[in-house]
């Protein structure tokens, strides 16, 4: 049974029927009062709630309800329905307990696709598989490497939440394997035979924010000669994978949250608002829960895409998969590089199971190739291995010093993940000329693929 809370009879209305045509079974309350003695009588399988029931409140008769729904169903998915001026009261319910919010007016076919998914995360009525674990999701995702358990459970959780439509948040260390992860959730979705078109936010100037995002007109500006269309519109009945989403600045990310609240957007000089259906999966290796704190990142738009959570753990964190990783990747360049007997010693192997890896699976793909490309014997030894990689990090919980030559490898590798190899970028970044940093990039072994 799902349960509609709303005062406005139009709104009970069309709510009722549009699930009922889903084959939903619908009960309506018209404010606390009755939602309290329906709550009495059964437990609805999702809540849908209206926030406001009266000018005079400012939604807190809305908010109380809501902290009496959780004490008493904590269990029961809970939609919030709210206006756009109030998205400071959805976040206000976000936080005491709701599971996403939509705004009015909403667009019925992802109001619908909304309440399945929070139905199928908590376990219910849609009939999606509830989990799938590592050996449903080897076969259609093999670059996903690892047995450890915290990756096992990211699995686990890809599986349940890839076939629903639910915005996924893809948090860790630069060169974790954020992207994979990302391609992961879209391979195992609905969407899969869709686009999945990739935008690296971090990459992308203010200026230049609309255009990328929506596209534009042809006129819209002076050296706009043709349409362009939007990664947005690219990624329609997919998946659009945002990546850095942390780097946006305070104006983009209003416009972003438009776009993912209301799927509507307008290109760049056109009057004319198109409709988007896409699945949005979002990365960075910033913690967005200090930036929401420190006002540089908008609380609602943290509620809008974290959903769900994935945290991927650094390499460090997991050495026991350092091995398979070593392997995998030996597996694919031995065909690559025509060494069909190539192997690694193990003493190398444990070797690198000691070495902090700030770079992470980057880095540790970069180290290998390197040393495939440049050993002269058929198996890898440590001694092939140590001239490619400089000292990294202590780990965070030691205060050992670090030299000037590790400090420097680990600000290009960082710089080189943060701006996607593009070396004019990196090296403006770094302060230095792009021939000083292909200098350094060769004295410290940190093998690349040009970015774009």
């Given at each position: 049974m799902l349960l509609i809370i709303d005062d406005d009879i139009a709104i009970q209305t069309s709510l009722s029927l549009l699930f009922r045509r889903e084959s939903f079974v619908v009960r309506v309350a018209d404010g606390p009062f009755?939602?309290?003695?329906?709550?009495?009588?059964?437990?609805?399988?999702?809540?849908?709630?209206?926030?406001?029931?009266?000018?005079?409140?400012?939604?807190?008769?809305?908010?109380?309800?809501?902290?009496?729904?959780?004490?008493?169903?904590?269990?029961?998915?809970?939609?919030?329905?709210?206006?756009?001026?109030?998205?400071?009261?959805?976040?206000?319910?976000?936080?005491?307990?709701?599971?996403?919010?939509?705004?009015?007016?909403?667009?019925?076919?992802?109001?619908?696709?909304?309440?399945?998914?929070?139905?199928?995360l908590a376990g219910g009525h849609s009939g999606e598989p509830a989990s799938v674990g590592r050996r449903q999701l080897a076969g259609q995702f093999d670059a996903i490497v690892g047995e450890d358990p915290a990756l096992l459970d990211i699995l686990t959780t890809i599986g349940r939440v890839a076939p629903t439509d639910a915005p996924v948040l893809i948090t860790g260390e630069s060169g974790t394997g954020k992207e994979l992860i990302a391609e992961a959730v879209h391979k195992n979705s609905r969407r899969k035979r869709q686009p999945f078109v990739k935008v690296n936010l971090g990459g992308i100037s203010a200026t230049l924010f609309d255009s990328e995002l929506f596209g534009h007109v042809r006129g819209a500006f002076t050296?706009?000669?043709?349409?362009?269309?939007?990664?947005?519109?690219?990624?329609?009945?997919?998946?659009?994978?945002?990546?850095?989403?942390?780097?946006?600045?305070?104006?983009?990310?209003?416009?972003?949250?438009?776009?993912?609240?209301?799927?509507?957007?307008?290109?760049?000089g056109s009057s004319k608002s198109r409709t988007v259906d896409v699945r949005v999966i979002c990365?960075?290796?910033?913690?967005?829960?200090?930036?929401?704190?420190?006002?540089?990142?908008?609380?609602?738009?943290?509620?809008?895409?974290?959903?769900?959570?994935?945290?991927?753990?650094?390499?460090?964190?997991?050495p026991a998969d350092i091995p398979r990783l070593v392997n995998f990747f030996i597996g694919n360049l031995k065909t690559l590089y025509a060494r069909p007997d190539l192997a690694v010693s193990r003493e190398a192997l444990n070797w690198l199971k000691e070495q902090p890896l700030p770079g992470n699976i980057?880095?540790?793909?970069?180290?290998?190739?390197?040393?495939?490309?440049?050993?002269?014997?058929?198996?890898?030894?440590?001694?092939?291995?140590?001239?490619?990689?400089?000292?990294?990090?202590?780990?965070?919980?030691s205060n050992a010093l670090l030299t000037l030559e590790a400090m420097e490898y680990q600000l290009i590798v960082r710089a080189m993940a943060q701006h996607q190899n593009r070396i004019s970028r990196v090296a403006r970044a770094l302060g230095i000329t792009r021939f000083a940093l292909y200098r350094r990039l060769e004295k410290y072994g940190i093998a690349y693929e040009a970015g774009e």
């Open positions: 009755e939602a309290r003695e329906v709550l009495a009588e059964e437990t609805p399988e999702l809540i849908l709630l209206d926030m406001n029931f009266s000018v005079e409140t400012s939604g807190e008769d809305g908010l109380r309800l809501l902290r009496t729904i959780r004490e008493q169903v904590p269990s029961v998915p809970v939609i919030l329905i709210t206006g756009w001026g109030s998205i400071e009261l959805a976040v206000a319910g976000m936080k005491a307990g709701a599971n996403d919010f939509i705004t009015k007016p909403w667009q019925n076919d992802y109001l619908v696709q909304a309440v399945r998914t929070a139905l199928t050296d706009a000669k043709t349409d362009r269309t939007g990664r947005f519109e690219l990624a329609n009945k997919g998946s659009i994978f945002l990546d850095e989403i942390g780097d946006l600045d305070p104006a983009s990310q209003v416009k972003l949250l438009r776009v993912l609240q209301d799927r509507t957007f307008e290109p760049l990365a960075t290796n910033r913690n967005l829960e200090d930036m929401v704190a420190n006002g540089t990142f908008r609380e609602d738009l943290f509620y809008r895409i974290n959903l769900i959570t994935v945290r991927l753990p650094a390499l460090r964190e997991r980057r880095q540790l793909k970069n180290v290998v190739e390197r040393a495939v490309l440049l050993s002269p014997g058929n198996e890898i030894a440590v001694a092939d291995l140590e001239k490619h990689l400089v000292p990294g990090p202590a780990p965070a919980a």
